[in-house]
């Protein structure tokens, strides 16, 4: 599977983006997916996973309460919904996939989509 994540920006502290992660293939809905983020010099960190059906999510306790990962089969589609953004939640992000259950790992995943800068201002 092929992914590609875009909607990333920038945005001021307490700001709303929404990013998204497109998938190719027929497979998606067979897929976990994920969220993580990286800032240079610092190793990658999970943001948020979901099951193939949606049924589970998981989160980091950086995030929770604030964004809402999402996905539409139909449309071969991830979402993360970011609220009430903070400075600290500038990295690039990134979608990823695999073939299992939901995981917080990211040696676990298969797939990776290219990352989407999100800036978050003070």
């Known amino acids: 599977v092929q992914l590609q994540a875009f909607g990333g920006g920038l945005v001021q502290a307490g700001g709303s983006l929404r990013l998204s992660c497109v998938a190719s293939?027929?497979?998606?809905?067979?897929?976990?997916m994920g969220w993580f983020r990286q800032v240079p010099g610092k190793e990658r960190e999970f943001v948020a996973a979901?099951?193939?059906?949606?049924?589970?999510?998981n989160y980091a306790d950086s995030v929770k309460g604030r964004f809402t990962i999402s996905r539409d089969n139909a449309k071969n589609t991830l979402y993360l919904q970011m609220n009430d953004l903070k400075p600290e939640d500038t990295a690039v992000y990134c979608c990823?996939?695999?073939?299992?259950?939901?995981?917080?790992?990211?040696?676990?995943?298969?797939?990776w989509g290219q990352g989407t800068q999100v800036t978050v201002s003070s």
């Open positions: 990823a996939a695999r073939y299992g259950s939901i995981d917080y790992r990211d040696t676990r995943y298969d797939y």
């Open positions: 293939g027929r497979t998606f809905s067979t897929y976990a």
């Open positions: 979901i099951s193939w059906s949606g049924g589970r999510t």
